[in-house]
């Protein structure tokens, strides 16, 4: 496709599950960056790879959350043992350079 | 105090108003600043990307930055209700992360 796809769009989980979230970048893209994004707020960096190297984790919330794209494409977000503040809309960007990123929908997490 | 500042609005204007949404940051290391809209339960859509000081212009949308200040605006001329959204500027420094402000929701009435 033309532009950044992610899935699923919409989960929900018990609070204790493990959750993992897809996203597929523009192709040729580079750099791949996952944000959080709370109610009314703004997105928040979480993650940064450039190709299949993890560049920057500093926005990671705990230990709990875990990234990896093992072949510079694909990249997955993973949340073990979900809590309810992990809910929020996660959204991932790709980026030639890293300047102009563009966005996905995003994935919309709810733990109940 | 956050790295970038926006107003959060919400910001009602009739259709056809000249519209200006502006930011703040504090960070003088940031290079790179853009504008993006968000619909309801949509990622955020770049609109406008400037690294230099001064305006930039696309059809009905004009970026301005001022370094000195470290203020930037987006104007938006002719405003149309599909223009109503959530309008979000960010920030970086070459080619990183981008910082973003908490966004201004416009809603443009007809």
């Known amino acids: 496709g033309a532009g950044v796809s992610q899935s699923p769009r919409y989960k929900v989980a018990k609070r204790g599950q493990d959750v993992a979230l897809r996203c597929d970048p523009i192709s040729g893209h580079v750099s791949l960056f996952w944000y959080q994004q709370a109610l009314g707020q703004g997105p928040e960096f979480l993650t940064y790879f450039q190709n299949e190297a993890q560049l920057d984790k500093s926005g990671l919330p705990s230990d709990r959350f875990f990234a990896e794209r093992p072949e510079g494409s694909v990249s997955t977000l993973k949340i073990q043992r979900t809590q309810q503040e992990d809910s929020a809309v996660y959204l991932c960007?790709?980026?030639?350079?890293?300047?102009?990123?563009?966005f996905g929908p995003g994935t919309r997490l709810t733990v109940l | 105090q956050k790295e970038v500042e926006q107003d959060p609005g919400p910001l009602s204007v009739p259709e056809g108003a000249i519209v200006s949404l502006n930011c703040t940051y504090s960070n003088s290391a940031f290079q790179y600043f853009m504008w993006y809209r968000q619909y309801s339960r949509k990622g955020p859509e770049l609109l406008m990307y400037?690294?230099?000081?001064g305006n930039k212009e696309d059809g009905r949308f004009t970026a301005q930055v001022d370094k000195s200040s470290k203020y930037i605006s987006l104007f938006i001329r002719d405003s149309q209700p599909s223009d109503s959204a959530t309008y979000l500027c960010?920030?970086?420094?070459?080619?990183?992360?981008?910082?973003f402000g908490g966004g201004t929701r416009l809603m443009v009435k007809p």
């Open positions: 960010a920030t970086n420094n070459a080619g990183n992360m981008l910082t």
């Open positions: 960007a790709s980026s030639i350079g890293g300047d102009e990123q563009f």
């Open positions: 400037t690294y230099s000081s």
